[in-house]
């Protein structure tokens, strides 16, 4: 029913384009099967080019659910799986970068189950880069990259906690552009319009102003 249904429709022939197709059969890939919890089966599973996972779903009871998956993924992700392929050097910068543009591509995903897998991701990539290094700015970026993936998820007020608990070098001009952008993005959200425009007014950043011309 799933080949008829899913695979064999006429939809997948685009879809197939971001990603690529694999079958496996887990009664010959068993330790496939044991790396990636296989209980069950059907299981679908998209992962990075890693092998990280970032979403699956056990079970079929009709193609709905998985095309909105699909659907959702952004069309050109080479840069993230250029990323991802380098995280085995378990170098704190490429983990913080990593995150970063999980966050970034987290944000524009439409479908939710998909977009929380990605904004997921990058928290754990966040939190295993401020574990990983010495280095203070990389600690503090991956502190703030990690609020930033609340403000996407709407959590405003506890992004707003977390900015005024953290204790961040605002000497710095990179990091203190990274916090106005954070309050910024949260009294939006919060639509205290005075505050957002304070918090909007000392971000220098281009890229981060950027969005909130959008």
Not at 13 to 31: E, G
Request: charged residues 30%; negative net charge.
């Amino acid at each position: 029913m799933m080949d008829r249904e899913l695979w064999d429709d006429d939809e997948m022939d685009t879809l197939a384009n971001y990603f690529v197709p694999v079958r496996i059969d887990i009664d010959y890939n068993r330790s496939l099967a044991t790396k990636y919890l296989v209980k069950g089966i059907p299981k679908v599973i998209i992962a990075l080019s890693n092998g990280d996972v970032v979403w699956e779903m056990m079970g079929y009871s009709g193609k709905s659910e998985y095309l909105q998956v699909l659907r959702s993924l952004p069309v050109n992700l080479t840069e993230l799986f250029e990323l991802a392929i380098a995280l085995s050097g378990k170098d704190p910068d490429t983990y913080l970068q990593t995150g970063i543009m999980l966050q970034k591509t987290g944000k524009n995903i439409t479908n939710p189950g998909l977009k929380d897998a990605f904004l997921s991701l990058a928290h754990e990539k966040f939190r295993f880069s401020e574990k990983q290094t010495k280095d203070l700015k990389i600690q503090q970026k991956a502190q703030l990259y990690s609020i930033l993936v609340d403000v996407t998820k709407g959590s405003y007020k506890k992004a707003q906690k977390g900015i005024e608990k953290g204790t961040f070098d605002q000497n710095d001009p990179e990091i203190a552009d990274l916090v106005h952008y954070i309050l910024a993005g949260c009294y939006k959200g919060l639509k205290d319009d005075q505050n957002y425009l304070r918090e909007k007014g000392l971000i220098i950043n281009e890229d981060f102003l950027t969005e909130f011309r959008e």
